[in-house]
């Protein structure tokens, strides 16, 4: 079985550094066609995919977040820590970190709860 | 920022069948596999289908995916009072290099 939860702060500033935690269990990030990902959603609204890591240490990042967006893993701890900069209020959302299928077929299959992050003064 | 389109919403009485779009385009739907996924509130999403048509473990075969084209189709048969829930569709966009969602549906039970 996999599960996978998100660990960070609640609340962050503007212009700080959010850094924040998936820790899994049920799956190596060393296997082959694995991987996880980020996705966000602010309050009342849609998902948005941030980034994903590989199990061969590859990444994707949203275009549009590219240049504020580090993702790393940690295998022997199964870990993958995403880092955004520069936070802002319009940056408010729960984060989810996802299980992520590729195999040409893409999709996650597994998620956390996610972790609700506010940005404000 | 969705690239894939969704009706804002959709509606139907317990028993209908409710279909929901998904549009999408060349870059993404039209040459990739189409998910789809169900959350309810307060809830993280759950995978309902992967592969255009395949329904993991668990999910009940009332729920059916199709895609032709740059368009997917998300079929809800025998509708429940427990399927209002918000529904995304989502595939991965070879222009952009990663993942899509749609912009969402939100299936109420009359």
């Known amino acids: 079985q996999i599960t996978l939860k998100e660990y960070g702060p609640t609340l962050v500033k503007p212009t700080e550094t959010l850094t924040l935690t998936c820790t899994f269990s049920g799956f190596s990030l060393s296997t082959s066609q694995m991987g996880v990902g980020w996705i966000r959603q602010p309050p009342g609204k849609a998902l948005e995919w941030l980034a994903l890591?590989?199990?061969?240490?590859?990444?994707r990042h949203s275009p549009s977040l590219r240049s504020r967006l580090t993702i790393t893993k940690d295998t022997s701890k199964n870990q993958v820590v995403l880092t955004m900069t520069n936070m802002d209020p319009v940056d408010t959302a729960t984060y989810y970190c996802?299980?992520?299928?590729?195999?040409?077929?893409?999709?996650?299959?597994?998620w956390g709860q996610g972790t609700l992050v506010t940005v404000s003064p | 920022q969705s690239v894939l389109t969704q009706p804002p919403s959709a509606s139907g009485t317990p028993g209908q069948r409710v279909t929901i779009s998904c549009s999408g385009s060349?870059?993404?739907?039209?040459?990739?596999?189409v998910n789809w996924y169900l959350q309810f509130p307060g809830t993280a999403p759950k995978l309902l289908i992967y592969?255009?048509?395949q329904r993991p473990s668990g999910v009940p075969d009332r729920f059916s995916g199709s895609k032709s084209g740059t368009s997917a189709s998300l079929a809800i048969s025998g509708l429940q009072s427990e399927d209002e829930a918000d529904y995304y569709c989502a595939a991965w966009d070879n222009s952009l290099n990663g993942n899509v969602f749609g912009t969402g549906t939100k299936v109420t039970v009359l």
């Open positions: 060349s870059s993404n739907i039209g040459i990739n596999t």
């Open positions: 890591i590989y199990w061969n240490d590859d990444k």
């Open positions: 592969k255009n048509n």
């Open positions: 996802a299980h992520f299928i590729l195999r040409g077929e893409n999709y996650f299959d597994s």
